[in-house]
């Protein structure tokens, strides 16, 4: 899958699945955006100016969504949400479900991702999702959560771009980190599944199938959905 603007695959012990675009190094750090993106386009999109209103949403309330986060480890920045298309923005929309308030369902289709808030409402958040060849859907659970969590390349990328065996013992959380500043790492039946829902710094990415597999909510909406998201909460993933 695709972490945080860094192409990787299914990662061993501590890892994840990263998307499949090359690993790349800038200034001696790995640089998140060649990692991520490859060849994958840049989306434009319409600047919020004024009181104007796009999608239901004004752009005082889209700016206070994105804002800066003053997180305990390391800065995040705002989100520039020129590069997002508006109806990928996070707000509270109808949603009809049989499942249980908090569980989370993954649309690669449509590049959204619910979480169930009851009485047919639910939170949608936009997404990256995975490259044709590598979507996955099923039903999952939540196994562990990571906070700057470590990044392990797995031993068959290293084998075709040594210039990741550095991270061989892991890379350290960050803001160059291919996981992000959060993770929830998707599991059945007690074992990894290889596939993460983390979150990304390039809104650039959003709406767009470049992962090996995994999901990619904007930084500000993955710390409001792992706030809310507990071990052991129900996952689903939509066919695409």
């Known amino acids: 899958m695709t972490i945080n603007g860094k ?32 060849s994958a386009a840049g989306m434009g999109t319409l600047w919020l ?3 104007a209103t796009t999608d239901g949403l004004s752009s005082a309330e889209v700016t206070a969504l994105y804002a800066a986060v003053h997180d305990k480890k390391f800065p995040i920045p705002a989100a520039d949400v020129s590069k997002v298309d508006p109806k990928y923005y996070r707000r509270t929309v109808r949603f009809d479900s049989k499942e249980a308030p908090g569980t989370i369902i993954v649309d690669p289709g449509n590049y959204h991702v619910y979480r169930i808030e009851g009485e047919g409402n639910a939170t949608r958040y936009g997404a990256n999702v995975g490259r044709e060849g ?43 980190n291919p996981l992000g500043a959060r993770t929830l790492y998707l ?7 290889l ?24 930084t500000q909406d993955m710390i409001d959905l792992y706030s809310r998201t507990p071990v052991n909460t129900k996952v689903v993933v939509l066919p695409a």
């Open 187 to 193: 599991y059945q039946k007690g074992k990894y599944t």
């Open 134 to 176: 590598f979507l996955w859907s099923g039903d999952a659970y939540v196994g562990r959560k990571g906070e700057w969590p470590t990044w392990t390349p797995p031993k068959e990328m290293i084998a075709r771009q040594p210039e990741a065996a550095k991270y061989a013992g892991g890379m350290p959380g960050g803001p160059d």
């Open 195 to 218: 596939y993460t829902i983390y979150s990304t710094s390039d809104p650039e990415t959003i709406g767009t199938n470049l992962t090996s597999g995994c999901t990619g909510l904007l």
């Open 7 to 38: 192409a990787a695959d299914a990662a061993a012990a501590g890892g994840a699945a990263l998307p499949g675009a090359r690993f790349a190094l800038a200034s001696g750090l790995l640089n998140r955006r060649s990692f991520l993106r490859g």
């Open 49 to 51: 100016g004024g009181c």
